[in-house]
């Protein structure tokens, strides 16, 4: 490849038209450090990390027939995982030569990978995936915020390049459409199209990327044109105003006061599944349908003095609208008890397990970091897939009643306070839809009740 493009330097009609060399597109994450096929073999010399050495070091040797000038062709490292595995890979490198005229490579796009929160399958639970599973037919379309594509630009997406725009490394958007999840194809309007076309450009120019391309050109489906086709879009929306960059505060509809917080790293593998809710979304508060005994095995949504309730978001626990979602139903388990049993404040501990599957076929339990100020560790409360519960370990917790007794058993519809496992730091949901382990000195800004707890327990479906 990089020959052919030498070739064209020598044709008056090719030449100065190649700017650049990807080596591979979107390599499978799996294979970052080491080639793992069970049918062929596991190899640590064979590897994304080992190709882009081998090929880096190659395409910038001035001894060889296919030396690529740094100063002339860039050579794009694209990159599926975390921006941090990346950037941490190459300041290990150090300050090679060949690493001159590299610029990585990020795609973002808003159809992939997105949480479909929808009601829990009474039999399987509700599948990672965009629609309900074969056990629930008919399928059920995934309805997602009118502004979730807003809030995902301007918020969320900044995010997944945020280590690279840190580090200072060039970076561009190798690929961006306008297919989404917010609206079908059927319903994609023009106006809607400009809006998030604009958005995104916006976005990039904000963040000082070196550019973006767009994917595609053009399609050869007339239908198509609507979500991936940049030649129609520009011929059918843009024939009267030009396409160029944008401001990113006047595109976005709201400050970025009004992002959710997704600054902790802990995050950063989660970001796809972020469905993301502008901070000024006035919520409908839930108000559970029952006030009788909550027994281990029930399930229930766990609301937050704003009206939003706790929810599975990858592997983060976070706040979002009520929406009866399976993501934001949770399996209470007592410790050593059986199903059936009554939840009895102070003395009992319990397990919070979300009411839904991730790929794996296990379920989501919520737990917290022991000792959240140690490396890699941190204050938010995850969502830990497993098939069983450990035992004594951080996704346990001790639940007490909100501004009442310390005594009786848990209902439907109480007030609680939720702790760690040791009694040593509360839970509670916070501004930016965090949910996390907090102290004192912290708890002004808490989304607790006036009237005592940081959580509300809703029967589900509640009202």
């Not at 062709?73 to 975390?82: D, E």
């Not at 929810?311 to 706040?319: K, N, P, Q, S, W």
């Not at 897939?385 to 209902?411: C, E, I, R, Y």
Request: contains cysteine; negative net charge.
């Amino acid at each position: 490849m990089a020959k052919h493009i030498l070739a064209y330097e020598g044709n008056d009609c090719t030449k100065d038209v190649v700017i650049g060399l990807c080596p591979v597109n979107e390599a499978d994450q799996a294979y970052w450090e080491s080639w793992d096929d069970a049918s062929a073999f596991r190899s640590s010399t064979r590897s994304v990390q080992v190709f882009y050495t081998s090929v880096l070091s190659s395409l910038r040797n001035r001894d060889l027939d296919h030396y690529l000038n740094p100063d002339k062709y860039s050579i794009y490292l694209n990159f599926l995982g975390a921006a941090s595995v990346m950037t941490a890979w190459l300041d290990g490198l150090g300050s090679q030569s060949w690493l001159r005229g590299i610029v990585l490579d990020r795609h973002i796009y808003h159809n992939f990978g997105t949480k479909c929160d929808l009601p829990a399958d009474p039999n399987s639970g509700l599948q990672d995936s965009v629609t309900h599973g074969p056990a629930h037919p008919p399928k059920q379309a995934c309805v997602y915020p009118e502004d979730s594509d807003s809030c995902q630009t301007c918020c969320r997406d900044r995010w997944f390049v945020e280590p690279v725009i840190a580090a200072g490394l060039p970076l561009i958007v190798g690929e961006w459409s306008l297919a989404t999840l917010t609206e079908s194809q059927d319903t994609l309007t023009a106006e809607f199209r400009k809006k998030y076309f604009k958005e995104q450009l916006a976005l990039y120019a904000h963040v000082g990327m070196e550019g973006s391309f767009f994917w595609s050109f053009n399609m050869e489906q007339p239908n198509d044109w609507k979500e991936w086709a940049l030649v129609r879009i520009i011929e059918k929306d843009f024939a009267e105003q030009a396409v160029s960059n944008y401001a990113w505060a006047t595109m976005c509809p709201n400050s970025p006061s009004q992002c959710p917080d997704y600054s902790d790293a802990t995050m950063e593998g989660s970001l796809w599944k972020a469905t993301c809710e502008w901070q000024n979304l006035d919520c409908t508060h839930p108000v559970s349908t029952t006030t009788d005994e909550i027994k281990s095995g029930d399930t229930v949504s766990l609301a937050v003095s704003n009206g939003k309730v706790v929810y599975v978001e990858g592997d983060i626990a976070r706040l979002r609208c009520a929406s009866a979602g399976a993501y934001q139903e949770f399996v209470i388990e007592k410790e050593g008890g059986v199903l059936g049993d009554s939840i009895r404040y102070s003395d009992d501990v319990i397990y919070l397990k979300a009411d839904a599957k991730p790929w794996n076929n296990n379920f989501y339990y919520l737990e917290t970091d022991f000792n959240p100020s140690a490396e890699g560790s941190t204050d938010l409360v995850r969502a830990r897939s497993a098939s069983t519960t450990d035992s004594g370990t951080a996704q346990l917790f001790h639940v007490t009643p909100g501004g009442g007794t310390v005594t009786g058993n848990m209902k439907f519809g109480d007030n609680i306070n939720l702790w760690k496992l040791g009694w040593s730091t509360k839970i509670a949901g916070f501004p930016g839809d965090t949910v996390k382990q907090f102290d004192q000195t912290e708890a002004e800004n808490a989304h607790c009740y006036a009237e005592g707890g940081c959580f509300k327990v809703l029967a589900v479906p509640f009202a």
